[in-house]
């Protein structure tokens, strides 16, 4: 069976490491209240829906350490907006989400 020399080409035989600084961590939120563990869980949900990497960071056994919720430095200002449209839709929105993929 003869090969396709310019199929062997298009594919790399080793993984590809990604160095860019654009996906270091960063700390987007945080918050040592009471309800940290809640929001936080809440903002992970929203950035999760729209495809971007999140992290908390946080132990529920000492919540008054806080909570803070990370993602790549290139997708905080997607993701400050995306958070920003959450909070000014309220929670009616949310509701009328969950009604919505209920149906």
């Known amino acids: ?5 310019e199929r062997e080409e298009e594919q790399p035989s080793e993984d590809v490491l990604l160095t860019s600084h654009a996906l270091d ?3 987007l939120w945080s918050s040592g209240t009471v309800t940290a563990e809640m929001e ?3 903002i992970r949900g929203v950035l999760e829906s729209n495809d ?8 529920s056994q ?3 350490l806080g909570f803070e919720v990370k ?3 290139g997708k905080v200002q997607e993701a400050q907006e995306l958070i920003d449209q959450a909070e000014a ?4 929105a949310a509701t009328e989400a969950e009604a919505e993929s209920e149906k």
Do not use: C, F, H, S
């Open 71 to 73: 993602v790549p430095r």
């Open 89 to 92: 839709a309220g929670p009616e």
């Open 25 to 27: 961590m960063v700390t």
């Open 62 to 64: 000492y919540p008054n």
């Open 52 to 59: 971007i990497p999140v992290m908390v960071v946080g132990a």
């Open 1 to 5: 069976m003869a090969q396709d020399p």
């Open 40 to 42: 936080a869980d809440m």
